[in-house]
């Protein structure tokens, strides 16, 4: 969405090439439109991927509660709260990683080519790496417990006459 001033520039639309020059990367214009669409898009992304209604219904069908909150729509709004509470935190600080490298490289004037959201992506992607080499030695360490692995099963059960 940043970009997209810069590709209408390109094709001659009036009034881009001075839009253009006031985002560029690094300005305190583009940083803060960075921060805005940051916080809007996890806003946005929690409103279509959390129904705090469906949980609440969920919780009652279940026979779960919260505490001191009542079932149905008092849950809700409750859920809702926290919800509301979390992403914005979260947001926040989403926004932070992704802003200050640029901030602090243009600071010490120091060229800085990784973005903060090129550092969560790897870091992310590096987290999933080691928690699936993990469940992958964890599965193949209960291979040997299970009847009918390729392993000699240590555990024996009754045997069917």
Do not use: H
Not at 15 to 20: R, S, V
Not at 35 to 55: P, S
Not at 84 to 98: D, K, L, N, Q, S
Request: charge should be positive; proline fraction near 3%; aromatic fraction near 12%.
């Amino acid at each position: 969405m940043l970009a997209f001033p810069q590709q209408l520039a390109q094709w001659n639309v009036p009034g881009m090439n001075a839009l253009q020059n006031a985002m560029q990367r690094g300005d305190w214009v583009f940083n803060t439109i960075y921060i805005l669409l940051i916080v809007f898009f996890c806003f946005f992304y929690t409103a279509v991927t959390f129904q705090a209604v469906d949980v609440a219904d969920n919780l009652m069908k279940q026979q779960a509660f919260i505490p001191n909150v009542r079932q149905g729509k008092q849950t809700a709004e409750y859920i809702d709260f926290v919800l509301t509470r979390i992403t914005a935190g979260g947001a926040m600080y989403v926004a932070a990683v992704c802003v200050i490298p640029t901030i602090v490289g243009q600071g010490l004037r120091v060229p800085f080519q990784w973005g903060g959201t090129s550092i969560m992506i790897v870091v992310g992607v590096a987290l999933d790496t080691v928690r699936q080499i993990e469940d992958k030695l964890t599965k193949q360490s209960y291979d040997g417990l299970a009847v009918g692995g390729t392993a000699k099963s240590r555990v024996r059960g009754r045997r069917v006459a």
